[in-house]
């Protein structure tokens, strides 16, 4: 766990206290820019696959990413909302350190985001246009996986680290709607389309409305994985058959 950090790891976030690290506290890591090399993603994905043995291609890629980001967005967002902390994520500034089935085990930045001001961009540009974005485009070029996918994989997660941290002491009312703002708003800063805008949606379930992804994940297509619950927007009869999305 980075110290400083600590006070936003306590309830819901406590599993995500050492998702990011500090250089050293790894024995092995990659560049976070190695992520885009082809070579080096197809080693991941082939490790990932021992997990999954005869899985669904395109849903091996979605669910590396959805572990890879709950690693990266939730703890990142947690320090943005409840301590203002503008941390060093985008790619070209992390190291990744990996477990044996290639899943990322910690984010590790240069340091723990304190004395760095936030340059104007928006408190979350580093995250998404600065990571997020660049391996999306990547990932969704090299295994032909819809970015839409990819995206809402990224908006879920973010979603549900914007609800954890708005129920604490102190989160940061500001940077809370900035953030929802970027789940809801049709175009980003820049004036261009928001991928993220509408991937999360709310649909009526047992007469009560209930917070669903808009497209579907495809883990069900991953052999001895669930599907993601009430999350899932597919019909239950549907969920084992190939998604098109």
């Known amino acids: 766990m980075i110290s400083s950090l ?3 790891f306590t309830g819901t976030l406590l599993r995500f206290k050492d998702a990011l690290a500090l250089p050293g506290e790894h024995a092995s890591s990659i560049a976070g820019s190695d992520l885009l090399d082809v ?3 197809e080693d991941l994905m082939a490790r990932f696959a021992s997990l999954h043995p005869g899985g669904d291609r395109r849903a091996l890629v979605s669910m590396w990413t959805h572990w890879h980001f709950g690693a990266l967005i939730i703890p990142t967002t947690a320090a943005i909302l409840l301590l203002g902390r503008n941390l060093p994520v985008g790619l070209e500034h992390v190291r990744i350190a990996l477990q044996e089935d290639g899943r990322t085990e910690a984010v590790i930045v240069e340091d723990d985001g304190s004395s760095r001001e936030t340059d104007g ?3 979350f540009a580093n995250l998404f246009a600065g990571h997020v974005e660049p391996l ?4 969704a070029a090299q295994f032909r996986v819809s970015p839409r996918l990819l995206w809402t994989n990224a908006a879920t997660i973010f979603d549900w680290a914007l609800q954890q941290a708005s129920a604490f002491d102190g989160v940061c009312r500001y940077a809370l709607d900035e953030g929802y703002s970027m789940l809801e708003s049709k175009s980003d800063a820049t004036g261009r389309p928001n991928p993220m805008s509408g991937a999360m949606i709310w649909r009526e ?3 009560q409305k209930v917070r669903k992804r808009k497209v579907c994940c495809l883990r069900y297509l991953l052999p001895g994985m669930a599907d993601c619950g009430s999350l899932c927007p597919l019909p239950e009869r549907s969920r084992g058959t190939v998604a098109t999305h």
Do not use: K, S
């Open 6 to 8: 600590a006070p936003c």
């Open 121 to 123: 961009t928006g408190r």
């Open 136 to 139: 999306i485009d990547r990932f």
């Open 205 to 207: 379930q047992d007469c």
């Open 39 to 41: 070579g080096v993603a």
